[in-house]
């Protein structure tokens, strides 16, 4: 399978996923955030939604080929594992992948690094320099992404103005 296929099929897959038992918490909350060097607990999730879809793409031998890495114990020390949105921009520099401008039109299974500190996945590449449609974790249907609103993994159309960046992981 084409490896930004695998890697939206498995974001998509994750679509309505919510919270449960309170807000940043629930059983898929915290399997997200083990994919980060956090320890699991009630914070802000949204990186870690995105570290948790690398995670479980790299697993792919098609993937993995791709992305020139030989083994799994290599991938695991190649993926993000942070918790913060901003800091994916450092991980994609160190790794030698592309770090676009919001002023670029992103492509589908780019990352998208959103203004206010939140991240997410683009599904369909950008025709229009107007909107973006990516699914992101910790946000909700109105689009708040914060800790006290965000209440799920949903798949949404978003101004392109909000981006601050594009990591594109495979060129």
């Not at 083990?34 to 607990?41: F, G, M, N, V």
């Not at 948790?52 to 695991?76: C, F, G, Q, T, Y």
Request: hydrophobic fraction near 40%; include cysteine; proline fraction near 5%.
């Amino acid at each position: 399978m084409d490896p930004i296929k695998r890697l939206l099929e498995i974001a998509t897959h994750e679509v309505g996923t919510h919270e449960d038992g309170g807000n940043n918490c629930g059983p898929r909350i915290v399997e997200y955030q083990s994919a980060t060097w956090l320890k699991p607990a009630p914070w802000p999730w949204c990186a870690a939604f995105i570290c948790w879809i690398i995670r479980e793409w790299i697993k792919s031998p098609e993937v993995l080929a791709k992305l020139s890495l030989r083994n799994n114990k290599e991938a695991e020390k190649w993926r993000p594992q942070t918790a913060g949105a901003f800091d994916f921009e450092r991980w994609a520099k160190e790794k030698g992948l592309a770090v676009l401008n919001k002023k670029s039109l992103a492509k589908a299974g780019d990352l998208i690094v959103f203004e206010f500190s939140h991240i997410g996945i683009v599904v369909k590449d950008q025709i229009s320099p107007d909107s973006i449609e990516c699914i992101e974790g910790n946000t909700n249907g109105g689009g708040q992404r914060d800790s006290s609103t965000g209440d799920g993994v949903w798949r949404k159309r978003r101004a392109a103005s909000l981006a601050r960046s594009f990591i594109r992981i495979i060129r």
